[in-house]
């Protein structure tokens, strides 16, 4: 079943669709393609859309339902139509011929005369700056542009209301029922609901896929308090106020909702959904699961041997690793601790949650199929960390390493009291390490917190040569003056530092972790430029001491050396990371 873009109806029956830009139109309606001519635009440039001269509405069925938003007539002669809104309907005559003065109810005291003008003016109704035409009265300084002059009596659009509604001139301002935002002197008011509300809400979409949340939001104009025990809305963590309108789940018991100018300003982060039934087969085909075979499993439906696609040999499942305790997961490059799949015939181990992973999914921060990868090493774009190990590729633009992945947008941390929300436009400094966040980050509602991936995701302990315990992650720091016990420079007693209660060690994250804490022995790093032609592998050590091929200086810490046997070529990992 498609739906088409002529007359929005969806019928089981044969389409054209051009694959460029997802343009579609059933046999039906493409046999009327005469009537339409896409490149003949109005004299008059009143919309913000191309509109399409349609010369003989009536031969489609949809359109009878309709009248001109100008004169209130049915559409028997040719119109001019928008695709993009499909409320706009005005006949050609009446747009090519719109008359130089006229009466409008929004302004009593005196006509408004038709005009032009290739600056800005300021709409009195819309409260919008507009170019070009408009209406105008010169003696009170009131402006209104073509298209809210152009407003139709009624309005109906089945999709997200049952009821028409009719158009309700006020002399002052009022709540919109949608959306509880202010609005001024044009509104809509459904008589059967008693609901008044903007122009443009009139065609809020009733069902949406949001990225930050796992099932489809209904937008309802009031809810009841039973269904709901939190009220504080999930992106901007302010109340949302159950008589007014807002986007819900409809999941019983699941307590997700949001205001509508939340959920919907940033048309990235959502679609629109038709039917949410269709919306979860699509949703349940798209998830793949990152276990190729379960071979085995227990009796409590466990899989306890599977193949993987991140390893050529079978993976076991166990309880815990009682030797080495410094053995790391090879998907997220965190410290192994209980419930893990490893390999019996190579070192390789992964965490159970990260065994489990989907191969595809859909990740909060886009709504784009985000896929899981399992090469060499990159640099995470949100935690700014070179990693080995997982990647998720977000919709071909972002690359974003697993422990970021793991990361819901609403969090509790432990260096903080409150709950922390991700916002997309917050440029404040993190709080955990004094850095700007250019991407957004993670901040408190009720206090001046914030947060971004790099803390989030630090380990919470870390083991480090000058103390014999595992040292900690710290958040607060009472004294005045500190001091790092590795660096032994001065440390910042407000960020975020590594610690040991027993020893009375402290020292910074970054000279406790080091400068590439996630990546592994081994990992490909493929880079080529003119002085080198081939990949490259990472090692925390060099032996013998050689020299950088590129700076010239011994190598006594991180480096890449390439993996041809017959090639010397040797650097250290910050010399060639730094200068690509």
Same mark, same amino acid.
């Given at each position: 079943? &498609?739906?088409?873009?002529?007359?929005?109806?969806?019928?089981?029956?044969?389409?054209?669709?051009?694959?460029?830009?997802?343009?579609? &139109?059933?046999?039906?309606?493409?046999?009327?393609? +005469?009537?339409? #001519?896409?490149?003949?635009?109005?004299?008059?440039?009143?919309?913000?859309?191309?509109?399409?001269?349609?010369?003989?509405?009536?031969?489609?069925?949809?359109?009878?339902?309709?009248?001109?938003?100008?004169?209130?007539?049915?559409?028997?002669?040719?119109?001019?139509?928008?695709?993009?809104?499909?409320?706009?309907?005005?006949?050609?005559?009446?747009?090519?011929?719109?008359?130089?003065?006229?009466?409008?109810?929004?302004?009593?005291?005196?006509?408004?005369?038709? /005009?032009?003008?290739?600056?800005?003016?300021?709409?009195?109704?819309?409260?919008?700056?507009?170019?070009?035409?408009?209406?105008?009265?010169?003696?009170?300084?009131?402006?209104?542009?073509?298209?809210?002059?152009?407003?139709?009596?009624?309005?109906?659009?089945?999709?997200?209301?049952?009821?028409?509604?009719?158009?309700?001139?006020?002399?002052?301002?009022?709540?919109?029922?949608?959306?509880?935002?202010?609005?001024?002197?044009?509104?809509?008011?459904?008589? #059967?609901?008693?609901?008044?509300?903007?122009?443009?809400?009139?065609?809020?979409?009733?069902?949406? #896929?949001?990225?930050?949340?796992?099932?489809?939001?209904?937008?309802?104009?009031?809810?009841?308090?039973?269904?709901?025990?939190? !009220?504080?809305?999930?992106?901007?963590?302010?109340?949302?106020?159950?008589?007014?309108?807002?986007?819900?789940?409809?999941?019983?018991?699941?307590?997700?909702?949001?205001?509508?100018?939340?959920?919907?300003?940033?048309?990235?982060?959502?679609?629109?959904?038709?039917?949410?039934?269709?919306?979860?087969?699509?949703?349940?085909? +798209?998830?793949?699961?990152?276990?190729?075979?379960?071979?085995?499993?227990?009796?409590?439906?466990?899989?306890?041997?599977?193949?993987?696609?991140?390893?050529?040999?079978?993976?076991?499942?166990?309880? #815990?690793?009682?030797?080495?305790?410094?053995?790391?997961?090879?998907?997220?490059?965190?410290? &192994?601790?209980?419930?893990?799949?490893?390999?019996?015939?190579?070192?390789?181990?992964?965490?159970?949650?990260?065994?489990?992973?989907?191969?595809? =999914?859909?990740?909060?921060?886009?709504?784009? !199929?985000?896929?899981?990868?399992?090469?060499?090493?990159?640099?995470?774009?949100?935690?700014?960390?070179?990693?080995?190990?997982?990647?998720?590729?977000?919709?071909?633009?972002?690359?974003?390493?697993?422990?970021?992945?793991?990361?819901?947008?609403?969090?509790?941390?432990?260096?903080?009291?409150?709950?922390?929300?991700?916002?997309?436009?917050? /440029?404040? =400094?993190?709080?955990?390490?004094?850095? /700007?966040?250019?991407?957004?980050?993670?901040?408190?509602?009720?206090?001046?917190?914030?947060?971004?991936?790099?803390?989030?995701?630090?380990?919470?302990?870390?083991?480090?040569?000058?103390?014999?315990?595992?040292?900690?992650?710290?958040?607060?720091?009472?004294?005045?003056?500190?001091?790092?016990?590795?660096?032994?420079?001065?440390?910042?007693?407000?960020?975020?530092?590594?610690?040991?209660? /027993?020893?009375?060690?402290?020292?910074?994250?970054?000279?406790?972790?080091?400068?590439?804490?996630?990546?592994?022995?081994?990992?490909?790093?493929?880079?080529?430029?003119?002085?080198?032609?081939?990949?490259?592998?990472f090692f925390r050590k060099a032996e013998g001491y050689p020299r950088c091929s590129y700076c010239g200086?011994?190598?006594?810490?991180?480096?890449?050396?390439?993996? =041809?046997?017959?090639?010397?070529?040797?650097?250290?990992?910050?010399?060639?990371?730094?200068?690509?």
């Amino acid at each position: 079943m &498609i739906m088409t873009w002529l007359c929005k109806e969806k019928r089981n029956m044969f389409f054209y669709e051009c694959r460029a830009c997802y343009f579609s &139109i059933d046999i039906k309606c493409a046999y009327l393609s +005469s009537s339409y #001519k896409f490149n003949q635009q109005p004299k008059l440039d009143i919309h913000q859309h191309p509109l399409t001269v349609i010369e003989s509405p009536m031969a489609i069925d949809v359109l009878r339902r309709f009248n001109c938003f100008w004169c209130h007539e049915p559409l028997i002669d040719a119109i001019y139509f928008c695709f993009d809104c499909p409320s706009f309907i005005i006949h050609k005559k009446c747009l090519d011929e719109l008359p130089p003065k006229i009466d409008h109810p929004s302004h009593h005291k005196h006509p408004l005369f038709f /005009n032009h003008s290739d600056s800005d003016r300021f709409c009195n109704l819309c409260q919008k700056e507009h170019s070009r035409h408009f209406y105008c009265c010169s003696l009170c300084h009131f402006n209104i542009n073509l298209e809210c002059a152009l407003l139709r009596s009624i309005i109906e659009d089945k999709r997200s209301h049952q009821h028409p509604f009719s158009l309700l001139w006020r002399q002052g301002s009022f709540i919109c029922d949608a959306c509880d935002t202010e609005g001024n002197y044009i509104s809509y008011i459904c008589l #059967k609901c008693y609901i008044v509300i903007h122009k443009k809400c009139i065609s809020l979409p009733r069902i949406i #896929k949001f990225s930050r949340h796992d099932h489809c939001i209904f937008h309802k104009y009031f809810l009841q308090t039973q269904e709901l025990t939190e !009220q504080d809305c999930k992106i901007c963590f302010k109340e949302v106020k159950l008589d007014r309108g807002s986007y819900s789940c409809g999941k019983t018991g699941c307590n997700y909702v949001v205001h509508v100018n939340c959920v919907l300003e940033d048309d990235r982060l959502y679609e629109v959904i038709e039917e949410e039934k269709q919306y979860e087969e699509l949703y349940e085909k +798209s998830i793949q699961s990152s276990i190729t075979h379960v071979i085995e499993v227990n009796e409590a439906g466990e899989a306890t041997k599977i193949e993987h696609f991140s390893h050529q040999h079978c993976l076991v499942l166990a309880d #815990k690793m009682e030797e080495e305790i410094d053995r790391k997961c090879d998907g997220c490059m965190l410290f &192994i601790s209980t419930f893990i799949y490893y390999c019996s015939e190579c070192p390789f181990f992964l965490h159970k949650t990260c065994t489990e992973l989907p191969k595809i =999914k859909t990740h909060w921060f886009r709504q784009w !199929q985000a896929t899981l990868n399992f090469e060499g090493f990159k640099q995470c774009e949100f935690c700014a960390q070179y990693c080995s190990g997982f990647f998720y590729n977000i919709g071909g633009a972002w690359d974003m390493c697993i422990r970021c992945a793991k990361v819901a947008d609403i969090i509790k941390c432990e260096g903080h009291q409150h709950f922390l929300f991700y916002d997309f436009k917050c /440029n404040e =400094k993190c709080n955990g390490c004094g850095t /700007n966040n250019d991407i957004g980050a993670f901040r408190c509602g009720k206090c001046k917190f914030t947060l971004g991936f790099g803390c989030l995701t630090l380990p919470h302990s870390a083991l480090h040569k000058i103390d014999q315990h595992m040292l900690n992650l710290t958040y607060h720091d009472d004294r005045e003056q500190s001091y790092c016990d590795i660096c032994e420079q001065e440390r910042d007693p407000r960020l975020w530092y590594y610690s040991c209660s /027993n020893c009375d060690t402290s020292a910074h994250t970054e000279c406790v972790l080091g400068q590439f804490p996630f990546l592994k022995d081994g990992s490909t790093f493929s880079h080529y430029d003119h002085k080198h032609r081939h990949d490259l592998e990472f090692f925390r050590k060099a032996e013998g001491y050689p020299r950088c091929s590129y700076c010239g200086k011994l190598c006594q810490e991180e480096i890449l050396k390439c993996k =041809k046997s017959t090639c010397n070529y040797i650097v250290h990992c910050k010399c060639q990371i730094y200068q690509v």
